[in-house]
């Protein structure tokens, strides 16, 4: 069975600095898809970024990019410049071959002014 | 389309009722899936279909709890003499297979059972 881990339940950084949110997943399978979403506090969920396990380069999406390291099974999230909207709790997410979809436990992040 | 959508937002409920939710995905999303989620903690896995086939039911989850998808369209989740343990989130997400493999999530219907 495939498993999520997120070992930072909660992070505090500055406005404007990077911060760097850990993930790690376990699975046998070899193509599959990695995501990061975030929940803004009382507000639904929204996907960040995603990954393909084929695609060795790491996704980027303006501020927030990925590093995808496959044979280690870790994904984490690094948002750059960090804003207060970025507070949020941010799930790592694992999708196998069959679309089945898990989630991470989450980290709370807070952005302080 | 406005995005997916949960029905009812918030639903109090004594224990022991019965109690439904419906989800209505993104129309075209042949995928729809169904996750609980408890204060502070990640989304669980309950349950999801293609189209109007449930393809795998969560272990964890109790005879009480069963889901439907008729019509390949909406979605509803019961779940049948209520205890406090089911009090959560309870959130619906679609998304169209192959297409990016983008999950979009609903507001999600907020149980408290009491």
């Known amino acids: 069975a495939q498993t999520v881990t997120q070992s930072q339940p909660e992070m505090s950084v500055q406005e404007a600095e990077t911060v760097t949110l850990s993930c790690t997943y376990d699975?046998?399978?070899?193509?599959?898809?990695l995501f990061w979403y975030k929940q803004p506090p009382s507000r639904q969920m929204i996907l960040v970024i995603r990954q393909e396990a084929y695609k060795q380069q790491n996704a980027t999406e303006n501020r927030f990019s990925v590093n995808f390291q496959k044979a280690a099974k870790s994904f984490s999230l690094k948002i750059s410049d960090s804003q207060l909207g970025d507070t949020a709790m941010y799930f790592c997410?694992?999708?196998?071959?069959?679309?089945?979809?898990?989630f991470g436990k989450g980290t709370r992040l807070h952005i302080l002014p | 389309d406005t995005g997916v959508s949960q029905n009812p937002r918030h639903k109090i409920t004594k224990r022991g009722q019965n109690v439904t939710f419906r989800c209505d995905p993104i129309s075209e999303h042949n995928r729809l899936y169904w996750y609980r989620q408890t204060l502070g903690q990640g989304p669980e896995f309950l349950t999801y279909f293609q189209n109007e086939a449930q393809l795998e039911k969560s272990r964890l989850l109790s005879d009480r709890f069963s889901a439907e998808r008729p019509k390949g369209s909406f979605s509803t989740l019961e779940i049948q003499r209520t205890e406090q343990g089911d009090s959560a989130m309870y959130l619906c997400?679609?998304?169209?297979?192959?297409?990016?493999?983008?999950?979009?999530f609903g507001q999600g219907t907020r149980l408290t059972v009491v």
């Open positions: 997400a679609s998304s169209l297979q192959g297409e990016e493999a983008e999950a979009f």
């Open positions: 699975t046998s399978e070899n193509n599959y898809y």
């Open positions: 997410a694992f999708m196998n071959r069959d679309d089945k979809i898990i």
